[in-house]
């Protein structure tokens, strides 16, 4: 087991994203398009070192999706990556103090899986770091989803099922 103690040793977590990314095999490179012409209007005129960095990358990234892949690793490093990425979903949900919201869990991994692919293994910053913030930004954006879902009335409360429908744990017996 790669965590110990809630621990997620960022180089084995770098490594694995990494690994992840080479052998990924839905991921054939089809975001890059868009994502350079956001960095584009983004970087283009007010940072012109970040958007060279960010042209290098793609141009990086566009020479490994031009290759043979080694997709057989694919499962095996998800094995792996997946708990280590739910330990850091833990504890950013723990630093919310929310516990225990499945939703919320599987939003947070399914925006990390997203955007794990502009994780730059080659720069040797922290997994970890780039990590946490993707699910920081997750659980910001279900937090105000849900906000504004409870300000329109969209949210159907536990208690108002029950009154329309009967307990469930009462209607059994």
Same mark, same amino acid.
Request: some cysteine; proline content about 3%.
């Given at each position: 087991?790669?965590?110990?103690?809630?621990?997620?040793?960022?180089?084995?977590?770098?490594?694995?994203?990494?690994?992840?990314?080479?052998?990924?095999?839905?991921?054939?490179?089809?975001?890059?398009?868009?994502?350079?012409?956001?960095?584009?209007?983004?970087?283009?005129?007010?940072? $012109?070192?970040?958007?060279?960095?960010?042209?290098?990358?793609?141009?990086?990234?566009?020479?490994?999706?031009?290759?043979?892949? $080694?997709?057989?690793?694919?499962?095996?490093?998800?094995?792996?990556?997946? $708990?280590?990425?739910?330990?850091?979903?833990?504890?950013?949900?723990?630093?919310?103090?929310?516990?225990?919201?499945?939703?919320?869990?599987?939003?947070?991994?399914?925006?990390?899986?997203?955007?794990?692919?502009?994780?730059?293994?080659?720069?040797?910053?922290?997994?970890?770091?780039?990590?946490?913030? #993707?699910?920081?930004?997750?659980?910001?954006? #279900?937090?105000?989803?849900?906000?504004?879902?409870?300000?329109?009335?969209?949210?159907?409360?536990?208690?108002?099922?029950?009154?329309?429908?009967?307990? $469930?744990?009462?209607?059994?017996?």
């Amino acid at each position: 087991m790669t965590t110990k103690n809630n621990y997620v040793n960022n180089e084995k977590l770098g490594e694995l994203v990494a690994e992840y990314i080479i052998s990924n095999p839905t991921d054939r490179g089809e975001w890059l398009d868009k994502y350079e012409r956001t960095m584009t209007t983004k970087h283009s005129e007010k940072n $012109p070192k970040k958007m060279a960095e960010t042209l290098e990358f793609i141009q990086f990234r566009r020479e490994l999706y031009s290759h043979e892949r $080694p997709f057989n690793k694919y499962d095996t490093v998800c094995k792996q990556l997946i $708990p280590m990425l739910y330990e850091i979903i833990d504890g950013r949900m723990a630093s919310y103090k929310i516990f225990n919201d499945d939703d919320m869990r599987q939003e947070c991994i399914v925006m990390v899986l997203r955007y794990i692919n502009r994780f730059d293994w080659r720069k040797k910053t922290s997994a970890f770091a780039y990590i946490t913030e #993707v699910i920081t930004n997750a659980i910001n954006m #279900v937090l105000k989803q849900r906000k504004e879902d409870s300000l329109d009335g969209n949210v159907i409360l536990e208690s108002e099922l029950n009154d329309k429908y009967g307990n $469930p744990e009462t209607i059994a017996s």
